[in-house]
C-alpha cells in the first residue's frame, strides 16, 4: 500500500466534467493499493493516517490530527503510484493490485475511515479524474513499507 496524504485547505475531484466529492480543511489522500495488500494491513494504514499530528496547535506547532481539528478527507484511488521505472523510459504497474481486488479493498478502506471521520469523500475507482487541491504548508506525507511498516 503506498499513501500520499496531502494536508490540504480544500480539494475536489471531477470527472467527466461534473464535480464528485469536495472537502474543505483536512487530508487528500492519493491511495495505492498493491497486490500483496490485505484488509488487516488498510487497518494499519488508516489508523497511521488518521491519528498523524501534522496540523498546528494554538502555537503552531504540527501537534493535532485530523480529529482535533474536525477534519475531511478526500480518498482518491491512483494505481500509477505503482510506478516501476527501472527499466526503459515507460513506467510498469506490475506491483499495483489486480483492480478487482484493488477495487475491494479501496472501498474496504473507505468504510474503515468513515468510522472514525466524519466527512469522507472520494473519487471514482477507475476513472480518469482531475484533482484540485490547496496545499497547506506544504505538507505531503508518503507512507509505504519504506515509512511506515
Known amino acids: 500500500m503506498k499513501l500520499v496524504i496531502q494536508k490540504v485547505s480544500h480539494a475536489s475531484v471531477e470527472t467527466e466534467g461534473t464535480r464528485i466529492a469536495e472537502i474543505q480543511k483536512g487530508l487528500l489522500v492519493l491511495v495505492g493499493i498493491g497486490k ?3 484488509k ?10 488518521i491519528n498523524l499530528r501534522i496540523f498546528p496547535d494554538e502555537n503552531g506547532k504540527t ?5 482535533d481539528i474536525n477534519g475531511e478527507i478526500l480518498l482518491v484511488s491512483q494505481f500509477t503510484l505503482y510506478a516501476n521505472c527501472k527499466k526503459g523510459n515507460r513506467p510498469n504497474f506490475f506491483d499495483a493490485g489486480e483492480p478487482e481486488e484493488a477495487e475491494y479493498l479501496y472501498e474496504y478502506m473507505v468504510k474503515k475511515v468513515k468510522e472514525s471521520v466524519p466527512v469522507v469523500q472520494t473519487g471514482k475507482f477507475g476513472a480518469s479524474m482531475k ?5 497547506e504548508g506544504p ?11
Open 139 to 149: 505538507f505531503t506525507i508518503l507512507l509505504d513499507e519504506n515509512t511506515f511498516i
Open 36 to 38: 500483496n495488500d490485505t
Open 40 to 49: 488487516e494491513l488498510i487497518d494499519r494504514y488508516v489508523k497511521k493516517m
Open 131 to 135: 484533482v484540485s487541491l490547496i496545499n
Open 63 to 67: 501537534n493535532l490530527s485530523l480529529e
